[in-house]
């Protein structure tokens, strides 16, 4: 090996054939007076050693190679004959019988030899050479230049910066369900934020490059110089109108979560900003494969086709717009038009693959064990604590000393000692070395895609969260959530047990509402201006956004914070003085803003009156996108209550005009949504007290609901246009 590292070759050679005296199988002679051209002395040699091992397939592998390589294929061919009837599960040697046949030009021979180990073993690897073979997909592509002259001669009318002219892809599945995709897309580029998003491609690992050029609209073709180690490509000379085309094979192996099945993905036929001419998804599948279909939206029909022992079915559409996006709606995979195709998707066997990724990776080692019985004494003393109290105790401790990531396979010991890793994965572990059962659940965010289906999607359970065996849910991806928090988005959300398979409803959390308590203050100067204090004390979502935003803000900034995005919103001009933050440590209790401000006008002259608008007002209508009509559900993922505290000390000799008021709005009919409520009464010193109150309860509104939903926004935005009226009479001379 020395004289090898040295290019020795000559001593290298000599010692060689002196350690084959010594250990007749050493395969370093082989490769030695291969180097030397003395090819036939390899091959004899590579037989004696194959001899030696004759149980041994890798052996007489490489003797059936060495007889090729010193150009005798009929005695390599031989070989490698004998090889496959020995060990027909032996992969490498069919892989190297139908090259050989190949080259032979005995290309019925070459594939029956990988169709055959592809029925005792079905793998990727054969099925790969095989597809390589056949050359089964290059039916199938498409003369992206004549699609080019095609679409010119009938140019999209509309203004879009972008225009598919083609986006298409090919599915080839083998029997194991690992398969080959041909991706082609061209694109026509009407903008420079067109070409800054489409004229730099990014490659995957693997993906072999058919075609990547720039079509000039006069016919000139551009094609990009290739950057050894640069992930992406850059299509060279694009300007408006020009068309970018782009066309690959990828292999893609046999699905890990579905066994013997593949998964597609989802194909989008429609976006929100460009226009698609042509635009289609094709799968060629064996004919006995089951196939599972989960279109969305106006999905086109599926055109069905028998290929010999192959299925294809295509689904295509033609000369779509954009669709219209709509604020509030829930993801688009929820009703774009779109499919996806998959074979043996079962819940059964994506827990199975999920679970099969941590699978024994849960169990606390005794050093852990040991840590968590001390934590837990240090804080309970000689009484155990009850399973509440002790996962809170875990909880607290998780938060707080290890970094968060989604690796939720990694061994639980290695998050432990490295404190960075996945929290839930870890916490179960802790809790299992207090004896404590737990499961770990993948839940369905609200706004995630939650239309019906007979398969099994994991894109969707994109939130993971840890059931206790007391019922206790517990959300770890927050740094300064108190135990038992769980985000609006994921109360009362599906999610499945990866465990046991079993999918339930995630609770509401402690807190259940997200809260805020506002009591104000505020004294009136006869110029309309006013000085005040302010108390806010918010609770669940509230709370941790603040603790974060402070969290990560240094205390000097704190003030400059808190104007911008309370008192400046709170009332027109409005000014912080002093500021105080209470519980910024104590996720368990409101997190509290005490403030003292400065309003120039919060009275306004309105004809030979004085008026208040109410302070800390908010627009749903607006919040919610205010459109007259939708297609789409409107997302609401939250559980509001908002309560306002307001006393107003009118200045001296004031005479309030404002009669007491109590205005309410509730719940939309048929459904509960929220309600609202406003009262003003006048106080005996010559000011009002208004209280306001509204709560706003997470769920989905329909289309056909909008209408009344919306009503709704617009009168509950109408309590808070009331104004508190105030005269303030002239002295008489």
């Known amino acids: 090996l020395l004289a090898q590292d040295a290019r020795e070759w000559g001593p290298a050679r000599r010692l060689a054939q002196r350690l084959s005296q010594c250990r007749a199988t050493s395969p370093e002679i082989v490769t030695e007076l291969s180097r030397a051209g003395r090819f036939d002395e390899a091959a004899q040699a590579a037989d004696r050693i194959a001899a030696t091992l004759p149980m041994d397939p890798d052996a007489a592998l490489e003797a059936a190679d060495a007889w090729m390589r010193a150009d005798r294929f009929d005695n390599g061919l031989r070989r490698l004959e004998t090889l496959v009837d020995r060990f027909p599960w032996y992969t490498p040697s069919r892989l190297s019988l139908s090259r050989a046949y190949a080259a032979a030009q005995q290309l019925e021979r070459a594939a029956r030899v990988l169709e055959e180990g592809i029925s005792l073993n079905p793998e990727g690897t054969l099925e790969q050479a095989l597809f390589e073979q056949n050359h089964l997909l290059d039916e199938f592509r498409i003369d992206g230049l004549a699609a080019v002259r095609d679409y010119l001669a009938d140019e999209w009318p509309g203004h879009e910066e972008s225009v598919w002219v083609l986006d298409r892809t090919v599915h080839l599945i083998g029997a194991s369900g690992s398969r080959w995709t041909l991706t082609h897309w061209i694109a026509q580029l009407r903008s420079q934020t067109a070409i800054a998003d489409r004229g730099e491609i990014e490659i995957a ?27 992406s490509m850059s299509l060279p000379g694009l300007q408006e109108g020009d068309f970018a085309e782009f066309e690959s094979l990828q292999y893609v192996p046999g699905s890990t979560l579905f066994p013997g099945g593949f998964d597609t993905d989802r194909f989008y036929f429609r976006d929100f900003s460009s226009a698609f001419r042509r635009s289609e998804t094709v799968v060629l599948a064996p004919a006995s494969m089951a196939l599972q279909f989960d279109g969305r939206g106006d999905c086109p029909a599926p055109e069905i086709r028998q290929l010999g022992e192959l299925q294809a079915v295509t689904f295509s559409v033609r000369n779509l717009s954009p669709a219209r996006e709509e604020p509030g709606a829930p993801v688009a995979a929820e009703y774009l038009p779109s499919m996806r195709v998959t074979a043996n998707a079962t819940t059964e066997n994506l827990c199975a693959g999920v679970h099969s990724l941590f699978a024994h990776r849960t169990r606390p080692d005794p050093m852990m ?16 604590p009850s399973t509440g109290a002790e996962a809170a105790l875990l909880y607290e401790w998780l938060v707080r000393n290890v970094e ?56 969707r359970h994109v939130e993971t969260m840890v059931l206790v065996d007391n019922g206790d849910w517990v959300y770890l991806d927050a740094d300064r959530a108190p135990y038992g928090f769980i985000p609006p988005s994921l109360r009362n959300q599906p999610a499945l047990l990866m465990e046991t398979c079993d999918t339930l ?52 900034g704190w003030k400059a914070l808190v104007q911008d995005q309370i008192v400046a919103a709170s009332a027109p001009g409005a000014i912080l003085d002093e500021l105080e933050v209470f519980n910024l440590l104590s996720p368990d209790k409101p997190l509290t803003f005490s403030y003292s401000v400065t309003i120039p006008r919060f009275a306004t002259k309105d004809g030979e009156q004085f008026a208040i608008s109410l302070p800390f007002a908010q627009e749903l209508a607006r919040q919610i996108g205010g459109l007259p009509e939708r297609t789409t559900p409107l997302v609401l993922a939250t559980d509001d209550r908002t309560t306002l505290i307001l006393t107003v000390d009118l200045p001296d000799g004031a005479e309030l005009t404002t009669e007491p008021t109590r205005i309410d709005v509730q719940s939309i009919s048929g459904f509960a949504v929220g309600d609202a409520a406003v009262v003003m009464e006048p106080q005996k010193d010559g000011g009002v007290t208004v209280f306001a109150e509204y709560e706003l309860h ?23 246009t009331r104004r508190i009226s105030y005269l303030i009479p002239q002295s008489n001379p």
């Open 698 to 720: 997470a769920s989905r509104i329909m289309p056909e609901h909008y209408s009344s939903f919306l009503d709704f926004a617009r009168a509950r935005d109408q309590l808070y």
């Open 369 to 384: 064990k040991a840590f968590v019985d001390r934590l837990v004494l240090s804080a309970g003393g000689a009484t155990r």
């Open 404 to 459: 968060n990531d989604s690796a939720l396979h990694e061994e639980s010991s290695h998050i432990f000692w490295r404190r960075r890793g996945n929290r839930a994965r870890l916490f179960q572990t802790l809790l299992a070395a207090r004896g404590i059962d737990s499961r770990i659940a993948l839940v369905v965010p609200a706004e995630e895609d939650h239309a019906a289906m007979s398969f099994p999607d994991l894109n």
């Open 505 to 556: 409803q995630t609770g509401v959390g402690r807190p259940a509402l997200d809260a805020t308590n506002i009591v104000a203050d505020f004294r009136v100067d006869r110029d309309g201006s006013a000085r005040g204090t302010v108390i806010i004390g918010y609770g669940g979502v509230h709370a941790l956004y603040w603790r974060d935003m402070l969290g990560s803000t240094a205390p000097s």
């Open 205 to 231: 690992p693997g993906e072999q490059i058919l075609t990547a050029r720039t079509i000039r609209r006069n016919g000139q073709i551009l094609t990009p110089e290739p950057i050894d180690g640069k992930a």
